[in-house]
């Protein structure tokens, strides 16, 4: 027998509480009623959407719509402290030139470089900046190649975690920044 898809509407904060308690779910879509053109979360398991639950940088203000199934099925994930998981935190952005109507920026790029990772991002009409938390690989190498494919497309703005539990490796159009 098939799984009805349920809704719930709730607030920013019922929404993070939501997500980190949630257990034994597929969550289908998050929406938020006006502001943000696109909301989008690729990833296998729950762990990356309760790590941006966390920040409140992911999550504007607003009510959201979460469509997800519930799914006695799923294996219970092994609860990690969210300062364990490693991730990369990127901003980008895209604009119009009124000079001569030519698109600038690079959130197309992010797009294209994180398609295989497991990520979430929030994109809002109005500023038309993308934000993403991005789960780092788990190889060494996969994680140096992720690293460089940003640096070279000289994304706007990216930060690794680097298992302090701070975000200390920071690069501005794929620079490095020193941080004091």
Known sequence: MAKALKTKSM???EL??????AVKVAVVSISLAGGVSEL??????????????????FFPKGR???EYLPNSDIKEEVEQE??????IVAVSYSARLKVNDVDIGDTEILKKIIADEDYFFLSHKDERVLSVVIKQPDSPDDLANLVKKL???RITFFSIENGSGYMLD????GA???CS
């Open 170 to 173: 920071n690069y501005i159009f």
């Open 40 to 57: 989008k979360a690729q990833s296998d398991s729950l762990t990356l959407l309760k790590s941006a639950a966390a920040s409140k940088v």
């Open 11 to 13: 607030s920013r904060f």
């Open 82 to 87: 969210l300062a364990l998981i490693k991730t």
């Open 64 to 66: 959201y719509i979460v």
């Open 176 to 178: 490095k920044q020193m």
């Open 151 to 153: 640096q070279e497309s």
């Open 16 to 21: 993070r509480v939501w997500l980190k308690r």
